[in-house]
């Protein structure tokens, strides 16, 4: 009997685990299908007092799949918004937003799509769905949504919370009020290192009977401290009022804050509460050398004056972070990334390393620098030169581009030892030729070779 009892409990055993593995494996195909992106729906009214709904949305490229078609690389986002009708949902709403990028690198980059859809609310419908489907990878994101319309005597819309505000009384952007360009932030999270400010875009509303002056009062708090707690009077000039107030990040620690928006005309106070992110980002250092002196070196192959006067005075962290702004500055002047002119580069120093080491590292011979820079040549002629009064032979190479780049290069083994020497250049201003050239080239050299 206890060899059948052991049995039966081995099973069950069996069966749980098969069961906890299957759980565990529809969790992991949920949250690979689905779609990370973040959402603000914001309410403010129209002229007419009827409830405007904003629905802002905030997708990272890097959570999309974009496909190569057209000259560029392009994903596709098919959005909805839905209410409840009987056992269904019915659209009430829909778009399909096309985003494009002509450098594919955007695609891992912090980089985000923003848009917005907006419509009125109907007081019979307390509740809607978001939806949006990456139709690329079939990824999806749903949220519901409050369907409330703002009360008729509320006098503060909803908070909305902005990286950035510009004059703008040109575009047809959805994120325009009046002359200003509100740059919504749906994901709440702002970086004090490239933001100076919070912007906050609210809207106050009071009946037309009301004038004068109305007390607002601007707390926020960070782990049940204070932070900020400004009182100050607006002036009430129009039924509707656009409100644009701005929060100083310099001072904010990294973490979540906590504000309360307020506003008093005579006997009335609203209160609206919204929360936002502080994160501090690292400053990113660049560099693909252990020594700073090598990296300088290798950033002088692209630039003559990279390296300042008083280099020799800097420490290592301030070498690493002036070399690192040499990186940025030559990804943003090829029109890429900064992560990826470093690939090209490392890969580059890899293969000069391979293939043109001479008792040194091959990033550091002439052909190692001209491969660095231009990448593989168009075209490569090896040859000989006869020297007929030492009655020995040196090998050459010519290496001609002809696409972005159009220079030739003639290097020379001088030594016939295979550590290969640049002697005549044309078309490159960084390089320059030997005064002696034709002595290695010998009297006898076809030039038109170097045409």
């Known amino acids: 009997m206890a060899n059948i009892h052991y049995g039966i409990k081995m099973k069950n055993t069996i069966k749980c685990l098969l069961t906890i593995a299957l759980l565990l494996l529809s969790v992991t195909l949920a949250a690979q299908n689905k779609l990370n992106m973040s959402l603000r729906d914001l309410r403010f009214k129209d002229a007419s007092g009827n409830t405007l709904l904003h629905i802002d949305y905030q997708i990272p490229y890097r959570n999309l799949v974009f496909v190569a078609q057209e000259g560029g690389f392009f994903a596709k986002v098919e959005v909805s918004v839905s209410i409840p009708k009987g056992d269904s949902l019915l659209v009430i709403k829909d778009l399909l937003d096309n985003v494009g990028i002509t450098n594919k690198n955007d695609a891992s980059s912090a980089k985000s799509h923003i848009n917005r859809v907006s419509f009125l609310l109907d007081e019979s419908v307390d509740r809607l769905y978001f939806k949006a489907e990456d139709l690329n990878s079939g990824r999806i994101f749903s949220w519901p949504i409050n369907g409330q319309p703002l009360a008729e005597d509320e006098l503060l819309s909803d908070v ?6 510009t004059i703008d009384s040109t575009s047809v952007s959805k994120f325009r009020k009046g002359n200003l360009l509100y740059k919504s932030e749906p994901s709440l999270i702002f970086d004090k290192n490239s933001l100076e400010n919070v912007h906050l875009y609210v809207e106050a509303y009071v009946p037309q009977e009301v004038n004068g002056v109305g007390m607002m009062n601007l707390y926020i708090e960070k782990d049940s401290l204070i932070v900020k707690d400004d009182y100050f009077d607006i002036n009430i000039d129009a039924p509707q009022k656009a409100l644009h107030l701005q929060i100083p990040t310099g001072k904010l620690e990294a973490g979540s804050y906590q504000g309360v928006l307020s506003l008093q005309i005579g006997d009335s106070l609203q209160e609206k509460e919204f929360e936002f992110f502080i994160t501090e980002k690292a400053e990113p250092l660049y560099f693909l050398m252990p020594d700073p002196e090598d990296e300088l070196q290798l950033l002088r192959y692209f630039s003559s004056g990279a390296s300042p006067v008083d280099w020799s005075r ?56 001209i491969y660095i820079r231009n990448g593989e040549a168009d075209e490569v002629e090896k040859d000989s030169i006869q020297e007929l009064t030492r009655y020995v032979s040196k090998d050459y190479q010519i290496w001609k581009y002809r696409g972005r780049v159009r220079a030739v290069y003639v290097f020379v083994d001088v030594q016939m030892n295979g550590n290969y020497q640049l002697i005549y250049v044309r078309g490159d201003e960084m390089e320059s030729s030997r005064p002696d050239y034709l002595r290695f080239l010998g009297d006898d050299f076809d030039m038109s070779k170097l045409e």
């Open 314 to 369: 800097y420490d290592e962290a301030t070498k690493k972070r002036y070399l690192s702004s040499l990186w940025k500055r030559l990804g943003t002047g090829a029109g890429m990334s900064t992560e990826a002119i470093m690939a090209i580069v490392e890969e580059r120093v890899e293969y000069a390393n391979s293939y043109f080491r001479h008792f040194k590292e091959g990033w550091k011979t002439d052909m190692g620098r």
């Open 160 to 165: 909305q919370l902005c990286s950035e505000v």
